[in-house]
């Protein structure tokens, strides 16, 4: 029996018991989320590229394969995923990236996970394997049932091997240093979000007392000189400052290390959001769109109002409590029950990732 056959089966004598299945790629992203609960689903025995055509910008990958091993094999061809996913541990794999739909600094300039998903096949809760959209980028026929899958936390369905659209490495890069207190830097990023700049992205955050700008631009060699002309600032050695938009990646910058007792949240807001009221000055990417912010488990309230009266919503995302509930922001009744009617459909039973998404979901 085969891998995949091995795991239908799973599901199918879990939906006829009722018992919560927990599914897990390399367990990187453990921490994000609501609580773990169920008998564990592993995909690591779902390894492999399955079809690579970079003259096509496409490549099918199943689930439980290496975030790692696929970007090496995309960047031999000199290729990537533009989007940035973060990994967050060794271990990542290509399903938990689309499962926790997570992007890195790039993602508001080149967009989303869930914007280069071309199709997906998953298995459900009645232990059926489903194909949804396809492998080429315009693909309009029937519901666009793959994003959905993006950020669902494995709540409707095992992704079992997934089709993305990919991209070539860009020929230039250069990342300029300005410093500026909070309220000019968003004021500018906004400025030159109306303008045909290489802009790729952007990181703000207070450095000894004194606000600091950096940018990442990519793009032709020319288009990447001439920006660094006109924006100004100090141009760092590419050396140095790549390696440091990874760790930003992957939250290894000395801002992330929290305090005792400090939980980590990150807002999503839009663009144009002026300078928050929030507890701590925080560290603001994707050219304002997202504010991440350390606080104690007391500003919660203050924090997700914060974010709502600025037109966006707040993440409990990282915590050393281990009574934290309530970590993603309360949908509206409409939409929790949009939410609810997709959950039977795909999961009548209710066995995948119970509670990891929303405390009763």
């Known amino acids: ?40 689903l592993s995909t690591q025995d779902l390894d492999g590229i399955v079809s690579y055509e970079p003259s096509e910008l496409v490549v099918t990958v199943r689930a439980g394969t290496s975030l790692a091993a696929l970007e090496a094999a995309l960047a031999e061809r000199g290729q990537c995923l533009p989007f940035e996913p973060p990994h967050f541990g060794a271990g990542a794999t290509v399903g938990g990236m689309v499962a926790s739909g997570l992007s890195g600094p790039a993602r508001a300039s080149v967009g989303s996970v869930r914007d280069y998903v071309l199709g997906l096949q998953l298995v459900n809760g009645r232990g059926e394997a489903l194909v949804f959209g396809g492998q080429v980028m315009k693909n309009v026929a029937g519901y666009d049932v793959s994003r ?14 997934v089709s993305l659209k990919v991209l070539p490495v860009a020929p230039a890069e250069a990342t300029l240093r300005l410093r500026l207190p909070q309220e000019e830097a968003l004021a500018r990023l906004n400025t030159w979000g109306g303008q045909p700049l290489p802009l790729n992205a952007s990181c703000w955050l207070e450095e000894e007392g004194q606000g600091t700008l950096y940018l990442r631009l990519r793009g032709a060699r020319a288009a990447v000189d001439a920006a660094c002309r006109s924006l100004g600032g100090e141009r760092l050695d590419n050396a140095g400052a790549a390696p440091e938009w990874d760790r930003l990646r992957e939250q290894r910058l000395p801002w992330f290390t929290a305090a005792a007792g400090q939980d980590l949240w990150r807002l999503s807001v839009p663009q144009t959001a002026p300078v ?22 007391a500003d919660a309230g203050r924090i997700r109002e914060t974010a709502l009266r600025a037109g966006g919503h707040a993440t409990l995302f990282r915590t ?29 039973a209710a066995v995948f990732n119970r509670g990891r998404l929303y405390p009763h979901f």
């Open 276 to 297: 928050l009221e929030l507890p701590a000055v925080p560290l603001v990417e994707w050219h304002g769109a997202q504010r991440w912010v350390h606080a104690a488990a």
């Open 1 to 40: 029996m085969d891998a995949l056959s091995s795991l239908a089966d799973r599901i199918r004598a879990a939906s006829a018991a009722g018992t919560p299945l927990r599914i897990r790629g390399g367990g990187t992203k453990d921490f994000y989320g609501e609580r773990l609960e169920g008998e564990l």
């Open 148 to 161: 959905l899958m993006v950020g669902a936390m494995g709540t409707l369905g095992l992704i079992t091997e």
């Open 320 to 348: 050393a409590r281990t009574d934290a509930s309530g970590r993603m922001t309360p949908l509206a009744p409409a939409l929790a029950a949009i939410h609810e009617r997709l959950k039977q459909q795909f999961d009548p």
